[in-house]
Nanobody, 124 residues
């Protein structure tokens, strides 16, 4: 059974930091490109970052570049997102998603497995 379980979402003040985790089971994690996608209230899905299967190639949307860092630990089947300098525009449900032996697509339609998401709220 495939499972992707995110955690780490919380209420944080502007300028604060959070670290999200996504624990994966039921598929060979090391064969997947992994992504973080978010959805703000009333808006569509927004791709924000991905990382290749080996963990040595990363990409970011301009809206988070320089503030967020994606990483993975294949031995622990876990994906991470370190988020710094958070602002209210970062408020959203953050989900991880996997692309099997992919090419690093930033299109959510290309992803094979999804987690349920974790809520991040940035507010004073």
């Amino acid at each position: 059974q495939v499972q992707l379980v995110e955690s780490g979402g919380d209420l944080v003040q502007p300028g604060g930091s959070l670290r999200l985790s996504c624990v994966v089971s039921g598929f060979t994690f090391s064969r997947f490109w992994m992504n973080w996608v978010r959805q703000a209230p009333g808006k569509g899905l927004e791709w924000i970052s991905n990382i290749n299967s080996g963990g040595d190639t990363t990409s970011y949307d301009d809206s988070v570049k320089g503030r967020f860092t994606i990483s993975r630990d294949n031995a622990k089947n876990t994906l991470y997102l370190q988020m710094n300098s958070l602002n209210p525009e970062d408020t959203a449900v953050y989900s991880c998603a996997g692309e099997f032996e992919g090419s690093g697509s930033s299109r959510p339609i290309d992803y094979d497995f999804w987690g349920q998401g974790t809520q991040v709220t940035v507010s004073s």
